[in-house]
């Protein structure tokens, strides 16, 4: 059976890339988890360079969704002791610099926002040959790392974020990057209503490379609003993945359902899932990260069970890594299961 060797994506973040050889082979292990076609998959060093290695009979399947996992950078077929360069194709819609521009504290490693992605993508029904665009929602998005991943995939994106320098920041690094690149778009701002007036304001992105695409083009829209009100702003079953990243409890923090400001995931996770719940689709998943050191496994495991999620056993060895002193982040992946 042919040997592959996946030689990892290099970071600039020390700590990230001493950890990113138990990641990778994890993030592959779940690729084998949805797929069913490798085996033998280990680690290896090639030159101080750190790899994945692995089997697999029939190669042309996977490499669309090797060539988007966080932890690609090349791949080689083995053959004796010569490597063999197999091209990967996945071609992104936009380029890479759309993610790795924006630099700023508190940002989400952009290959670590990758890997939620594919983790949601991969535990759901929507990890198929040939791809599919799915719909990606993150719930608590910031300046819109996960935005950005989905749509340089050619996803239709959408996120929420009760912060308002946040969600402006994000939306007008996009419409100027969207200029420089010389794309067509129309941007469109609305006020969404009920009965008592305006609750929250989206911002609606359509998008293309040119004026033939743009018939159809991609959609990324920025809400400024509560995430707990998730379910009033979008239409039901309308996402094929939620991605997250929830309050470390350090810098991140969301509203509470008194008014007040609180850093505690596990209360914030009891007020939103129920309209998380309501915006994903069937066969849907979701992915979430979090800081151990403010919420336990067994917590969240038991808070996504009450509100009809079913979470999924971690792949490989787990994705428990160290980001800085404070925090201590693993991740979750949960299925739709009512």
Known sequence: MPVY??????????????????????EVSALNDAMGTLSDITPEIIDNAPCVSFSCPDLDPLRPLLARLSATFLLFR????????????????????????????????????RLLMNMALLASDFATYPPVQVSILDPLCARGTTMFEGALHGHPTAGIDNDK?????????????????????KRADENITDQNGVFARKITFSFAPDKEEFKNPLVME?????????????????????????????????????GSFTRNPLQLMDQSLPGWHELLASGGAMALS???????????????????????????????????????RDLIVARKAT
Do not use: C
């Open 222 to 258: 920025w809400v400024r609003g509560d995430t707990r009100q998730a379910g009033r702003i979008f239409k039901k079953r309308a996402f094929s993945l939620i991605v997250a990243d929830l309050p470390y409890g350090v810098q991140h923090g969301a509203a509470a359902d008194t």
């Open 290 to 328: 979090w800081n151990l050191f403010v919420m336990k496994r067994p917590e969240l495991e038991a808070m996504l069970q009450k509100h009809g999620f079913a979470p999924q056993p971690p792949s490989g060895e787990g994705f428990v890594h160290r980001v800085d002193q404070a925090i201590q």
């Open 78 to 113: 083995k053959e004796n002791d010569a490597l063999i360069p197999i091209p990967l194709g996945g071609k992104t819609a936009l380029e890479e610099d759309l993610v790795s521009i924006p630099k700023y504290s508190g940002k989400t490693n952009e290959r670590f926002t």
């Open 5 to 26: 060797l996946l030689l990892l994506q290099p970071s600039h973040n020390r700590l990230y890339t001493a950890q990113g050889t138990q990641m990778a082979l994890s």
């Open 165 to 185: 320098k946040e969600i402006d920041w994000g939306a007008d690094y996009f419409e100027k990057y969207l200029k420089t690149k010389r794309w067509k778009h």
